[in-house]
């Protein structure tokens, strides 16, 4: 891991009354960039050559002569040829000289890779940077190990093929979409054996996909992300605070299961199977009896953090669950960032977010508040890592 001595030696050099918030161009850089200038900021997003046009143009700010912003949300674009470029230590410079304040998305994570992330990146992080590896599933303490430790909910793992005896789902990265997922379900051994084949034949997996696969029980109810932040500087309210529930949809799974039964048992037949690429987000909400216990699910979550990956939570996270038959939650995934369905707050904020703050409050907003309220009160370094 860097040394905190030299994020905090950059932090030292920047004009905080000028500061900027810097992301990846991808992922929920469009909350991020929408929070931040709602609250005051200039953005800069760090957008590669060919996938830029959504950032670079469509949604480029267009300010008066006073800087009152009157259209989009991206002030500045840092072109490069891909997002690796990042861990270059000039280009870092370059952000470092316009007080850029980072905040890591699952792509900044994906494309740059956990072990740059982690030693190279020498700008501030607003949030946890030691945590972002817990997501890297299959790592040593993933976040299967921090759940675990936490006492917290998650579907029952299955450890070889052969032990399958109900509904599964094996985690698995798609072979040609590497950053997708190459998911399947199966209720036996003969049915595991029978889909790997066919997804194998098919060019989603690879053959030796059980090395990094996880396979675990499949919870049969509605998948609710809860995401959630927790603020360091908070002194007189709660210091954990739910923003918003999202929901995904999934190719080709969602127009799979739009199918009469039939037809989708056709389908099996035929070797065609249903993939779970998330495509888009919905948003939802809660019954209010089942709000306690997702804050007690944040609260232990936050509790461990504290515990094993000092200093912690720090802004947002989203707890990916399921919701049986019998209203228990199960958490099946963890984003120690800002999660990936926030987008669908952006600008009209979600309810839990605005009841709360009386005001449009999306994830992205609200992490910009944390960082205004760090420079107001001199405690940025309580914010980055």
């Not at 950059?10 to 009354?17: N, P, V």
């Not at 929070?35 to 760090?46: C, D, H, I, K, Q």
């Not at 000039?90 to 900044?108: D, W």
């Not at 995904?248 to 690429?277: C, H, I, M």
């Amino acid at each position: 891991m860097i040394d905190r001595e030299k994020v905090l030696a950059a932090l030292e050099g920047y004009d905080l009354s000028d500061a900027r918030i810097g992301m990846v161009a991808s992922h929920s850089a469009l909350d991020t960039c929408d929070g931040a200038v709602s609250e005051g900021f200039r953005t800069l997003a760090v957008c590669q050559q060919g996938r830029d046009r959504t950032f670079a143009n469509y949604f480029r700010s267009q300010r008066d002569a006073s800087g009152r912003l009157l259209r989009g949300v991206v002030d500045e674009v840092e072109m490069v040829d891909r997002f690796s470029r990042l861990m270059e230590p000039s280009l870092q410079s370059s952000l470092a000289e316009r007080n850029v304040l980072f905040v890591p998305n699952r792509s900044f994570v994906s494309y740059c890779g956990i072990d740059a992330v982690e030693e190279d990146f020498a700008l501030p992080i607003v949030g946890s940077r030691n945590m972002l590896r817990s997501e890297e599933r299959g790592d040593e303490r993933d976040y299967y190990w921090i759940l675990e430790k936490a006492g917290l909910p998650y579907p029952k793992k299955v450890e070889d093929p052969e032990d399958i005896d109900s509904l599964t789902i094996i985690k698995v990265h798609h072979k040609v979409k590497t950053l997708e997922r190459g998911f399947f379900t199966a209720s036996s051994p003969e049915q595991f054996h029978l889909k790997s084949k066919e997804l194998i034949a098919q060019g989603v997996i690879d053959e030796d996909f059980l090395e990094d696969a996880r396979m675990e029980q499949y919870i049969i109810g509605p998948v609710f992300n809860l995401d959630f932040f927790h603020s360091p500087l908070e002194e007189k309210g709660e210091r954990i605070e739910l923003l918003g529930v999202d929901w995904r949809f999934e190719s080709s799974l969602d127009g799979y299961v739009r199918l009469p039964a039939g037809q989708q048992a056709s389908l099996e037949e035929d070797g065609v199977l249903p993939e779970y690429t998330v495509c888009g987000h919905n948003s939802a909400t809660l019954r209010e009896s089942l709000l306690e216990k997702a804050f007690e699910l944040a609260e232990l979550y936050v509790k461990a953090a504290e515990k094993h990956y000092a200093p912690g939570v720090l802004g947002p996270f989203c707890l990916q669950t399921c919701v049986d038959k019998d209203l228990n939650f199960y958490i099946y995934d963890v984003a120690p960032r800002i999660g990936g369905g926030t987008n669908v707050h952006m600008a009209v904020g979600h309810p839990y977010g605005n009841a709360l703050w009386r005001t449009e409050m999306s994830t992205g907003r609200r992490l910009a508040m944390e960082v205004r309220r760090a420079i107001e009160q001199e405690r940025v370094e309580e914010i980055v890592t």
